[in-house]
């Protein structure tokens, strides 16, 4: 979380905690970075590496020691003077020897034996998240246009869950998020995966080949996110609508403070007045209502992803179960009826495969009077 400030520092745009190690008091992102460049030299967050001479200098400066110094201790702490096997005998560095004595082998092997204890290895979530760390550590992109600038700011940011969904889920981010001071809440907004936006419309018992016009997010596209008294509505197409209308009616009627509108689309993160760790609110489809909480502001890094086409990063994804078909317990999943004579509960989750056989004959006719609503699963898109 961004540093909080002293108590004797009066500064508005430099973040003070509202409630110790829970939220900062409100402050504006664009102007602290500005803060963080006006203290910072240009040379503390270039993302430009130094050469080896210069770090040395540097280095040796830093702890006030020699030249003859600096070089015993490279001499002494280089890699080759730790390699323990012949220059031409690479060891493979994923096998540890059965009887180590250096400390840090000894816990690595004792972990090595734990999980090797384990019924059930690594999955692929896990795998997922090691592989997505790999492949954006340090990144550059190979256009230099591509590039973030130097002083660029970088947020973090948790989704949670609807608060429709189960009451452990609330603590559980559904996905975290890297996004830079330039992007816009529209990115945002495009970047959440939510699966009530690709939820298909209709009933479709009569025609379950029948493909859909449309997943919700392409019919209903209104949605706001509330930061600080302010909804920021997504007015990008013809068919949005202001949706937050309804809350703000409503308030003035009860006498509450004005809140204030504004479009998404138009509004970048670094413009924004916010509280570090505060929940705030993201509602599409009209009544899914997302928290979501910025956990970190802070100066971009050379070691930070600098392709900006990468952004919005995913650096997490809560693992959701899938819904098994009532039938079969083995497929997800796509189907569930209402008023059906042939599940064993109403209403009641199928397959594809176990619907179609359930429902229909061999001609396609449908079998019996029932409704059926195409369902798609949370668990389908880890």
């Not at 997922?128 to 954006?136: G, V």
């Not at 809140?259 to 924004?272: G, I, N, P, S, V």
């Not at 059906?340 to 396609?364: I, N, T, V, W």
């Amino acid at each position: 979380m961004a540093a909080a400030k002293s108590s004797t520092d009066r500064n508005a745009n430099i973040p003070d905690y509202e409630y110790t190690d829970v939220n900062t008091k409100p402050f504006h992102i664009g102007s602290f970075r500005n803060e963080w460049l006006n203290r910072l030299k240009p040379s503390n967050y270039s993302f430009q590496q130094e050469d080896e001479d210069t770090f040395d200098a540097k280095f040796a400066k830093d702890m006030g020691i020699g030249a003859d110094t600096l070089a015993a201790l490279k001499t002494i702490c280089s890699l080759d003077s730790l390699r323990c096997h012949p220059d031409d005998q690479e060891p493979d560095t994923d096998v540890v020897p059965p009887d180590p004595t250096l400390q840090t082998l000894i816990q690595r092997k004792k972990r090595q034996d734990y999980k090797a204890s384990l019924k059930v290895s690594k999955n692929r979530h896990d795998l997922y998240a090691d592989e997505l760390e790999r492949l954006t550590f340090s990144r550059r992109p190979e256009a230099v246009a591509d590039m973030i600038p130097e002083g660029e700011i970088i947020l973090t940011i948790n989704v949670y869950y609807p608060a429709i969904t189960e009451k452990f889920n609330y603590v559980r981010p559904h996905m975290t998020l890297l996004m830079t001071g330039s992007h816009s809440l529209a990115e945002l907004r495009d970047a959440i995966c939510c699966v009530s936006d690709l939820q298909v419309c209709g009933e479709f018992s009569n025609t379950p080949d029948m493909a859909p016009d449309f997943i919700s997010k392409d019919h209903y596209k209104s949605a706001f996110f509330f930061f600080e008294g302010v909804f920021y509505n997504d007015m990008r197409f013809p068919e949005c609508q202001d949706i937050s209308m309804t809350t703000i009616e409503w308030t003035k009627a009860c006498s509450f403070p004005p809140y204030r509108q504004a479009k998404m689309e138009d509004t970048r993160f670094e413009d924004l007045t916010v509280k570090v760790g505060f929940p705030y609110l993201y509602c599409h489809q009209g009544d899914c209502e997302h928290l979501v909480i910025i956990t970190d502001v802070r100066l971009t890094h050379k070691n930070d992803c600098l392709d900006k086409k990468l952004y919005p990063l995913l650096t997490h994804k809560h693992r959701v179960l899938t819904q098994k078909c009532s039938v079969c317990h083995v497929y997800i999943g796509r189907w569930f009826t209402t008023n059906d004579q042939f599940a064993p509960s109403d209403p009641c989750l199928f397959c594809d495969k176990c619907f179609r056989m359930l429902h229909y004959d061999a001609e396609g006719n449908k079998l019996g009077d029932f409704l059926a609503y195409p369902y798609v699963d949370r668990g389908a898109f880890n």
